[in-house]
């Protein structure tokens, strides 16, 4: 009499060849949707501005205007492989890591 009674609380058994392969792909699905989703929201428009970041870098020459990610407005006076030597002041030269240049300034953000 007891044994009728938890068999009717538990689920219906499952046959073994109905719909075990839909409902775990119809699990899946959301998780490969939420990665689409960030991959074009997230990383894509991050990975393209670290591009152009560095395009920007290998662009640098003598004479451009930059800021650097400190803040600091120089012009440049030599680039090497990885440093750039800034003029920030009369007869002041720093040197920079080349990833420490944020932008360079163009004409119109002249002070």
């Not at 689409?36 to 990383?43: A, K, M, R, S």
Request: net charge positive.
């Amino acid at each position: 009499m007891f044994l009728d009674i938890a068999y009717a609380m538990g689920p219906a058994p499952q046959q073994a060849g109905q719909g075990g392969g839909l409902a775990s792909l119809t699990g899946f699905i959301p998780l490969v949707l939420i990665f689409v989703i960030f991959y074009f929201l997230l990383i894509r428009p991050q990975q393209k501005k670290a591009k152009e970041h560095r395009q920007m870098l290998e662009a640098i020459k003598k004479g451009d205007k930059v800021i650097t990610s400190g803040g600091i407005y120089g012009v440049v006076e030599a680039v090497g492989t990885n440093t750039v030597t800034l003029k920030i002041a009369e007869n002041v030269k720093v040197k920079f890591g080349k990833g420490n240049i944020a932008t360079i300034r163009t004409s119109a953000e002249e002070e």
